[in-house]
């Protein structure tokens, strides 16, 4: 709303003609500045039809700086001409008795208004000179609107309650609707910060070389999620309280023959330079159908194909979902986003897969990494990857790592030379970590507890 004594003064103007005003003569007038007055002609428009007013714009021609000098102390040529002395100079200094300065003469003219008198040549000329330069000016033609008063009173923009009780609606004077206004823009959608670095994750592996493996069945046979990587059938992941088995279908079929049985004995008889899990190896247990409990399952079966054929080095990796019949709590979930890294080559080694790490997460801006021995069924030697979290001021688990055992690679037909190191984490821990402290609170709103984030759901760690 404009200051109330611009909205009053120009009221009493208009009241006291019938044809109208116009708001820059108004303004100028006052000794207000014009964008002071449109306001106040905004705020009346918004009351209702207390006026009417049209924009108008017109032309007129402005001295620029220069042109100001001129007209103050006439042109150039004058001035050279004022500044010979009064004992004069000698004829062959200077030709010229007398002058008339119509540049300035001509600027005056437009100075006090009166720049219809110069022809459009003449204008055109000193514009080129910089000396002047025509503006259009948009003002409002203001008159009397149908409701006009100059008691300014409020309009009520909404119907209440209390008003319909006491009847005092019936006094009020109500803003109109307008229908024609835009309504309020709706929120558009964000990318969730997980999908976020999920993206950045897959730049990263295609950056470095990688080929991103299938990963759209959710429904794995327990043969290939656990068997094929050399995990016993009496292992605890292997338990319903673990996973989640499907009813229906409940069984899997169609493994291959001849590396089902190279399966069934590295496990019951051992091979390959291992004695085996010495236990009764049952096909019916490895038929079992399961929602995956890890991506390492499609590892398995990329490897297998790739032993199907003349083996060239690989690099594969995988983002997705896996499931784990958890009990739901403060810090689980029954699902998370699993990443999976595979390097298949000759003679790779422990360090190869340290370097390899070190420079995928470098690139994710997390540099600061431990490495601790671990064990997992399927890789030795194993690795646990720490990183120092900022935030909490402390090392905090990444991920597991690895090289894929012989008892898993050879049964395949991979060859002898031929080393699989492999690495695995969860999105959601390396996200948190990313993000760091003042991004996560910034996510939430507020002020949180940082441990609480840490070991909630969606930054749970699983191997």
């Known amino acids: ?25 108004v303004a100028t007038s006052l000794g207000v500045d014009h964008q002071v ?21 017109s032309k007129h021609w402005e001295l620029l700086g220069e042109g100001t000098e001129i007209a103050e102390q006439g042109s150039h040529e004058a001035r050279v001409f004022g500044s010979i002395p009064p004992e004069g100079l000698g004829q062959s200094e200077l030709m010229v008795e007398d002058i008339e300065d119509q540049v300035r003469e001509k600027l005056l003219l437009v100075q006090r208004g009166n720049s219809s008198k110069l022809e459009e040549k003449e204008k055109n000329e000193l514009k080129k000179r910089k000396l002047l330069s025509e503006v259009t000016v948009k003002s409002y033609w203001i008159t009397k609107g149908s409701s006009f008063s100059t008691t300014i009173t409020k309009l009520e923009t909404e119907l209440t309650p209390e008003m319909i009780a006491n009847g005092s609606w019936k006094e009020k004077k109500f803003k109109p609707y307008n229908f024609e206004a835009m309504g309020v823009a709706p929120d558009c959608g964000h990318m969730h910060p997980l999908m976020k670095v999920r993206t950045q994750f897959r730049q990263i592996f295609l950056e470095m070389g990688f080929t991103e493996m299938p990963t759209n069945n959710f429904i794995e046979s327990s043969f290939w999620n656990f068997d094929s990587l050399f995990q016993p059938q009496q292992h605890p992941a292997r338990d319903q309280h673990d996973t989640f088995f499907l009813s229906d279908p409940a069984l899997a079929h169609g493994f291959p023959p001849d590396y089902l049985e190279r399966v069934k004995k590295v496990h019951s008889e051992g091979g390959y330079g291992s004695q085996g ?72 080694t422990l360090g190869d897969l340290m370097g390899i790490l070190h420079e995928f997460f470098t690139k994710l801006g997390i ?26 001021k402390k090392w905090v688990e990444l991920g597991n790592s690895g090289v894929f055992r012989p008892e898993m690679l050879l049964p395949m037909g991979l060859p002898e030379d031929v080393s699989v190191i492999a690495w695995g984490l969860s999105l959601e821990r390396p996200t948190m970590i990313k993000y760091g402290i003042n991004n996560i609170r910034e996510l939430v709103g507020h002020k949180v507890n940082l441990q609480m984030v840490y070991d909630s759901p969606v930054c749970r760690l699983d191997s």
């Open 1 to 25: 709303m404009a200051d109330t004594g611009v909205l009053e003064t120009l009221l009493r103007r208009i009241e006291k003609v019938d044809d109208g005003v116009d708001s820059l003569e």
């Open 37 to 57: 007055l449109v306001g106040a002609v905004k705020s009346l428009q918004a009351l209702g039809d207390l006026i009417s007013a049209e924009l108008r714009s």
């Open 277 to 348: 899990y010495k236990y009764d190896w049952k096909v019916e247990e490895a038929q079992k159908n399961i929602l995956r409990t890890h991506t390492t399952a499609v590892s398995a079966r990329m490897l297998y194909k790739l032993a199907q054929q003349k083996f060239t080095p690989v690099k594969y990796f995988s983002i997705d979902r896996v499931f784990r019949n958890e009990t739901l709590d403060a810090t689980h979930l029954a699902e998370f986003h699993q990443i999976e890294g595979v390097v298949a080559d000759y003679g790779l």
């Open 367 to 392: 540099t600061k990494l431990r490495f601790k021995p671990a064990y997992n069924p399927y890789t030795e030697p194993s690795m646990e990857v720490f990183s120092y979290h900022e935030g909490l």
